[in-house]
């Protein structure tokens, strides 16, 4: 990989471009939306995985700091990467993707009151 | 659906798959149960796409699940454990596993547990390190290896232990760009462990060779220095590094980065035993707290036995080992398998397994809890990343008066949060540690159920108010 391509890539995609062409276009795409938006996907991704790849950088607001947070530790642990898909909450970092899946932010605002369950 | 089993095995990574399959040949009835999808842990996580021709990277963790698939014991994917229950009427024990899958909750119920849940990555926290494009060393190894995605196109590898060559050589095999390697071990540290390292010829061989590759890509390598903060406005834009002496920081150094994986060695997840009212000694060459253990992998529960990483950090290699090693003591105490068998086996083993995990030592060694890094993190540094918890708020709770983990989560919410105080842990320990209050003394943080996030509609299911009892209202 010659660095101008990587340079290239980077404002794209992180998605890791595969040696074997073969297995690349084997791998099927799909799309789901995250907060409506729609996002491209591969067989086999997680949630976290796609949402990464496509660049999403804030899956979901602290709740006292109000601050942006994505994956971390990517192993279910941190819980960090929560997503609420199809009313059901879950680590997007491994829960499967699936096509058309309906995957929303989150987040719980605390303020002077008590706010929950906004989303963004 | 509940079922009964000999042992119940918690985790099917490298320990608990080989546990699995040994107590199944020795004639227990066994179920394994893990969280993931597919069994292999997080060393061998199952790629999200099939390679066809097979991946070097996985060849290990394949064979691992076709053996484990190959054996009798019962395999429960994709379930997690949120509940263990244990009662005993002075003889035996019975453990009452809760777990909650895609089909809702399920129990199991066995007369012996092997516990081999792994280990967690060990956090540092730095100002600015909750921006998103900030991920863990194991994090960044799972993300390639398993979804074939980098972490940024521009990254910078930091912290201490092992995985920091492996995430830089991952990233540049898969084309990435990798902005600097920076290790808080000066390179002496590892000269000294070399010794040791040499037991693995081939692993000492692998990590040379990703040097070399480092080195021939120009990446900038800083050894003694350690990330200061990280910047960026919504998300990773720039890492500060400056060098560790004693004497003070030197200037800082900015690199350009869209993203940073960073992880400071794993240690031992120990919920599970902690739950159970295991004994625990805080050992920092194994990781941190472990269970304490007897030579046979007993815990201080009886009935209750440690494998893998998760009761003391081993290495994979070693994993197998007391894995099989918990498996035949849990036979033996069950009354499966005979003394002179046990005996046998159990002295094989030994020899094996101090063999195997002498490797394993040397990177658990390298990748020991270092608290003096939170030392001079600033007040405004975010330590309990679920409750947003400042250094500075966990510094006033200590000076006045929380004398122990707990005390320190009463008084902060600080590890209240849905991680469980997995990942503020080791950080909150460690500006206890600074304040000058021993380890021992600090403690864990008590376990409770749920031991994952949990909803109550799985816990509640469907029902219908009739189907609650009522008693009748008194005589008025």
Request: glycine fraction near 10%.
């Amino acid at each position: 990989m010659d660095k101008s391509s990587v340079g290239n890539r980077g404002c794209h995609s992180l998605r890791v471009v595969d040696e074997h062409p073969q297995t690349a276009s084997a791998r099927g795409t799909f799309s789901f939306t995250f907060n409506g938006q729609s996002v491209n996907a591969m067989d086999g991704d997680t949630i976290g995985a796609a949402l990464w790849a496509s660049g999403c950088k804030a899956f979901r607001l602290s709740p006292r700091s109000g601050t942006p947070r994505a994956v971390f530790c990517a192993m279910g642990v941190c819980q960090e990467c929560v997503v609420r898909v199809n009313g059901k909450v879950c680590t997007s970092c491994n829960t499967p993707a699936a096509p058309g899946m309906d995957v929303r932010s989150f987040t719980l605002f605390q303020t002077d009151g008590i706010k929950y369950g906004l989303e963004f | 659906m509940a079922s009964s089993f000999d042992v119940a095995i918690l985790g099917a990574g490298p320990a608990g798959a080989e546990a699995a399959g040994v107590a199944a040949q020795l004639g227990l009835s066994t179920v394994v149960i893990d969280e993931a999808s597919a069994a292999g842990g997080q060393v061998y996580r199952a790629p999200a796409a099939r390679v066809p021709e097979g991946d070097a990277h996985h060849a290990e963790g394949d064979a691992l699940r076709a053996k484990l698939a190959q054996s009798a014991a019962v395999f429960r994917a994709g379930e997690r454990v949120w509940n263990i229950a244990r009662t005993s009427d002075g003889v035996g024990a019975l453990y009452d596993v809760a777990t909650i899958g895609a089909r809702g909750l399920e129990t199991a119920q066995a007369r012996s547990l092997i516990v081999a849940t792994g280990a967690t990555e060990r956090f540092y926290p730095r100002p600015g390190w909750t921006l998103p494009g900030v991920i863990g060393l194991a994090a960044a190894t799972i993300l390639l290896k398993s979804s074939k995605v980098l972490p940024g196109s521009r990254v910078v590898v930091a912290g201490a232990g092992p995985l920091l060559s492996l995430v830089a050589h991952l990233i540049i095999e898969a084309g990435g760009q990798v902005a600097a390697l920076v290790d808080v071990s000066p390179l002496h540290e590892w000269i000294r462990l070399s010794p040791r390292m040499a037991a693995r010829p081939d692993l000492l061989a692998r990590g040379m060779a990703w040097q070399f590759e480092i080195a021939r890509h120009r990446v900038p390598v800083y050894r003694g220095y350690d990330v200061t903060r990280v910047l960026g406005a919504n998300s990773v834009e720039a890492v500060e590094i400056a060098r560790l002496d004693k004497e003070g920081r030197h200037r800082p150094l900015m690199l350009e980065a869209d993203a940073l994986c960073l992880g400071y060695g794993l240690t031992p997840a120990t919920e599970v035993y902690r739950l159970l009212g295991a004994r625990h000694a805080y050992i920092p060459e194994r990781g941190g707290w472990i269970p304490e253990l007897d030579d046979a992998q007993r815990t201080s529960v009886p009935f209750l036995y440690g494998a893998g990483d998760g009761a003391g950090l081993l290495g994979a290699a070693a994993a197998p080992l007391t894995g099989t090693a918990a498996a035949l003591t849990a036979a033996a105490d069950l009354g499966a398998l005979e003394d002179h068998r046990y005996r046998e086996k159990a002295n094989e083993l030994r020899g094996r397994l101090a063999k195997a995990s002498r490797f394993g030592t040397a990177m658990a060694s390298i990748a020991r809890p270092r608290p003096a890094l939170v030392k001079h993190i600033d007040d405004s540094t975010i330590v309990c990343r679920c409750e947003d918890i400042t250094a500075g708020e966990i510094r006033r709770a200590v000076n006045e008066g929380a004398e122990n983990i707990n005390a320190l989560k009463f008084a902060t919410r600080c590890g209240m949060g849905p991680c469980g105080g997995r990942v503020c842990g080791e950080a909150a320990a460690s500006l206890m540690q600074c304040h000058g209050i021993d380890r021992t003394r600090i403690g864990q943080f008590t376990a409770r159920p749920p031991l994952r996030p949990i909803s109550l509609g799985d816990v509640t299911r469907n029902f219908e108010y009739s189907d609650i009892p009522l008693p009748e209202p008194a005589p008025a």
